[in-house]
């Protein structure tokens, strides 16, 4: 027998300020409050976008993410276009976020798909791409995936 159809689902991340990293997520991501608690021994929000869940926040650690451990390497979000990538930097450079890569550009040499790199408040690697539209920028990262290398 085999496995069933998989679709991931959302992604819990660990923060270190409940407040600080919703605002973040809500303003990048463009997504609501579904949920959340404020109790001081529980503090999580639940963000997503026209009631289906998409990223979980819960304030249980300190420090900085540790990009050099085993565990998650970045996540990313698709949007249609690379109009809406093109926003979503914009937001970050308003929000004074370092946008890594000089910006908008292609998964590798060669690929139409693409999008911007970024460090979320605690350090968690993120990307926001479009399937296409990227192809106007150089590959920073020759011969090699872009979003492996930031």
């Known amino acids: 027998m085999g496995a069933p159809a998989l679709k991931a689902g959302h992604v819990g991340?660990?923060?270190t300020d409940l407040d600080r990293s919703t605002?973040?997520?809500?303003?990048?991501?463009?997504?609501d409050v579904l949920g959340s608690s404020a109790e001081a021994d529980r503090r999580f929000a639940f963000l997503g976008?026209?009631?289906?869940?998409?990223?979980?926040?819960?304030?249980?650690?300190g420090g900085a993410f540790a990009t050099d451990r085993p565990g998650l390497h970045h996540m990313s979000f698709e949007v249609p276009d690379i109009a809406d990538v093109?926003?979503?930097?914009?937001?970050?450079?308003?929000?004074?976020?370092?946008?890594?890569?000089?910006?908008?550009?292609?998964h590798g040499e060669g690929a139409s798909s693409?999008?911007?790199?970024?460090?979320?408040?605690?350090?968690?690697?993120l990307e926001i791409y479009a399937p296409s539209g990227a192809d106007t920028a150089t590959a920073p990262t020759p011969g090699a995936p872009t979003c492996g290398f930031f």
């Open 13 to 15: 991340i660990n923060v």
């Open 23 to 31: 605002a973040f997520y809500r303003r990048v991501l463009d997504v």
């Open 49 to 61: 976008k026209d009631g289906a869940l998409l990223v979980t926040l819960w304030q249980q650690s």
């Open 86 to 106: 093109r926003r979503a930097e914009s937001t970050l450079r308003e929000l004074g976020v370092e946008v890594l890569h000089d910006g908008v550009v292609p």
């Open 114 to 125: 693409g999008g911007v790199f970024f460090h979320d408040p605690d350090g968690i690697r």
